[in-house]
Structures are given as C-alpha cells and as structure tokens.
C-alpha cells in the first residue's frame, strides 16, 4: 500500500499526497510524463513539413497539452469530485493484484510487437481471441468508464490543437485560439463515436489478452461504484 495516513486525518478534502498517490496508483501521473515525447513524435510524423517548421508545430502543441497544466486540471478535478473515504476506496482498487495486472496490460501499449498486432486487428477488423464474452466485458467496461467518450475527447483536442499550430504557424495575426478551433468540431463528434469504439475494442482486445475475465469483471464492477465513476 501506498502511504496515505488517511486513518489518522480524516480531512474533508484529498491532501496534496494524497492526489499524488491517486495519479500514481492510476497510471495517470505515467501518462502525463510521457506527452511531452508523444508529441514529439506526432510532429516527426508530419512527412509533409520541413524541419524548420517540425519544431514550432511541436512548441504549439506542448503550449496547449502542457503536462504541469493538466495535472493542475486533474488535481482540481480530484478536490472537487472526492472526499477522503472515496479516495480511499478507490486506492483499495488501485492496489489491488487486479488493478496491477491490468496497468501492466496497458503498458504494453507501445511495445513495437504489440502496436504491430493492434494495427493488423484494426485493418482486419477483428482479433481471433475475442470471443463474444470477452467482447461483451470489454464493451461494459468501456460503457462504465466512458472510454469511449474520453478517447473521443483526445482525438478532438489532439486536431484542434495541429489546426491552432499550423493557423498561428502560417497566419500568426488571423490564428484562431484553441478553444475556438475545438468548439467547430462539436458537431463532428457523433460521426466518429462508432468508428472510435470499435478501434477502441479492438485495442483492448490486444492489450488485455494478459488480463484474466475475473480482473475485468472487478474492473467493470469497481466502474459503477461511485468512486470508480469519479475517478
């Protein structure tokens, strides 16, 4: 177990370590550390752009997916949303055996054999290990923990953010902000939810092969509880 001293200060509101525990216990503090190269790498990947343009595209994006900001924001979020008790019974699942399991599966993310076999479940739309009742689990706990929506959510702020990039990049005095530029794609959004949920599922489907039904099934049932819905 991860420190915490909840027993002996039951405050009102989470205290600095206590969040600190919340982000690293969830893997999110983990995400927040890597943007900074993710979004190195989304830049490289503008075959299109020379190399004097690579670097401010990257700059832009840094600007708007700022590690320091977004943890700000998701420490806010937890003071808001959690007391003490549910925080506390959110690390009970954070440290479970299950929970492990499950963010070591996630960590696999971006192992070259794995992101190899992601694509080829998503060219060929399918995964032969998905059974139905695997299908099925994975799809509750994408319902239970809004995946689905949040995913949607990257994918709309991550091309906002290219377009607000190149906008200040080529027409520094006519830019659009970021915040405009997002709110444009808001009638988008339910054109790409099917196609975003079954790449997601299929990814899941890769990621979580190591993972056993009975940890999912404890990841889905952690979802509905109120603390898993607000965290």
Same mark, same amino acid.
């Given at each position: 177990?991860? #420190? +915490? ?5 039951? &405050? &009102? ?8 525990? *919340? ?11 890597? !943007?900074?190269? /993710? ?7 503008? #075959?299109?752009? #020379?190399?004097?343009? !690579?670097? =401010? ?20 979020? $937890? $003071?808001?949303? *959690? ?5 506390? @019974?959110?690390?009970? +699942? ?10 070591? @599966? ?11 076999? !992601? @694509? ?11 059974? =139905? ?7 509750? !706990? ?7 929506? /949040?995913?949607?959510? %990257? ?13 200040? *990049?080529?027409?520094?005095?006519? @830019?659009?902000?970021?915040? /405009?530029? *997002? /709110? ?20 899941? &489907?890769?990621? %979580?092969?190591? $993972? ?20």
């Amino acid at each position: 177990m991860l #420190g +915490w001293g909840l027993a002996t200060a039951r &405050a &009102a509101t989470p205290t600095d370590a206590d969040i600190d525990a *919340l982000l690293r216990a969830s893997g999110m503090q983990a995400q927040l550390d890597q !943007i900074p190269n /993710a979004l190195r790498t989304a830049g490289q990947q503008q #075959g299109g752009l #020379g190399a004097g343009l !690579i670097k =401010p595209l990257v700059d832009t994006l840094s600007a708007v997916f700022n590690p320091l900001e977004l943890q700000r924001l998701m420490r806010a979020e $937890v $003071v808001r949303q *959690l007391d003490t008790d549910t925080l506390a @019974a959110a690390m009970t +699942w954070f440290n479970s055996a299950e929970a492990h399991s499950i963010l070591a @599966a996630e960590q696999r993310l971006f192992e070259p054999a794995v992101m190899d076999r !992601i @694509a080829a479940a998503m060219e060929s739309g399918t995964t032969p290990e998905l059974t =139905p009742a695997r299908k099925r689990l994975l799809q509750e !706990i994408d319902r239970a923990t809004g995946a689905t929506e /949040a995913a949607l959510d %990257m994918m709309m702020n991550m091309q906002a953010a290219f377009l607000t990039a190149f906008s200040h *990049l080529l027409m520094p005095d006519q @830019a659009n902000e970021f915040s /405009a530029t *997002l /709110a444009s794609f808001a009638g988008t959004r339910s054109q790409y939810r099917k196609l975003v949920q079954d790449q997601l599922l299929l990814q899941q &489907a890769v990621l %979580m092969e190591p $993972v056993t039904d009975d940890a999912l099934q404890k990841l889905r049932d952690f979802a509905r509880t109120d603390a898993g819905r607000k965290t």
